[in-house]
C-alpha cells in the first residue's frame, strides 16, 4: 500500500492543522493506522493509532488531549487533528500502516507498522 501524507505547513503558536494520510490499497480500510513525528536529531516519536474500524484509538500520554486521529471508511484517509500547536510540535509527520488487526492492543511501536508514507512537515512558531 502507498501512503500520501499532507496537510503539514508553517502555523503560529497555538493555532491548529488537520494532517491527513491517504492510501491506494484496496485493502486500507482494513488496516490499522499511526501517526508518529520526528524531529531533527531525535528518534520517531509516536502520537496515536487507531482500529482499522474506528472503535479504537490509542493516544501517547503527551498527546492526549490536543491531538485527536479520525478515519474514514468511504475514503481511504486517516486524519491527524492538531490544536493548541507548541514549537515543540515543530517536526515531520508521519503516518504509517499496519495490515494486522487488533481486537484489544493498538501497535505504538515504529517496527510494528510495515508501510510508511513520505511525511509532511509541521513548523510551529513562537
Known amino acids: 500500500v502507498q501512503l500520501q501524507a499532507s496537510g503539514g505547513g508553517l502555523v503560529q503558536a497555538g493555532g491548529s492543522l488537520r494532517l491527513a494520510c491517504t492510501g491506494t490499497?484496496?485493502?486500507?480500510?482494513?488496516?490499522?493506522m499511526a501517526w508518529f513525528r520526528q524531529a531533527p536529531g531525535k528518534e520517531r516519536e509516536f502520537i496515536a493509532a487507531i482500529s482499522w474500524n474506528a472503535d479504537k484509538m490509542y493516544y501517547a500520554d503527551s498527546m492526549k488531549g490536543r491531538f485527536t486521529i479520525s478515519r474514514t471508511g468511504t475514503e481511504n484517509t486517516v486524519t491527524l487533528q492538531m490544536n493548541s500547536l507548541k514549537p515543540d510540535d515543530t517536526a515531520k509527520y508521519y503516518c504509517?500502516?499496519?495490515?494486522?488487526?487488533?481486537?484489544?492492543?493498538?501497535?505504538?511501536?515504529?517496527?510494528?507498522?510495515?508501510?510508511w508514507g513520505q511525511g509532511t512537515q509541521v513548523t510551529v512558531s513562537s
Open positions: 490499497s484496496e485493502t486500507f480500510n482494513t488496516y490499522t
Open positions: 504509517a500502516a499496519d495490515p494486522s488487526r487488533y481486537s484489544d492492543y493498538l501497535p505504538r511501536m515504529t517496527r510494528e507498522y510495515d508501510y
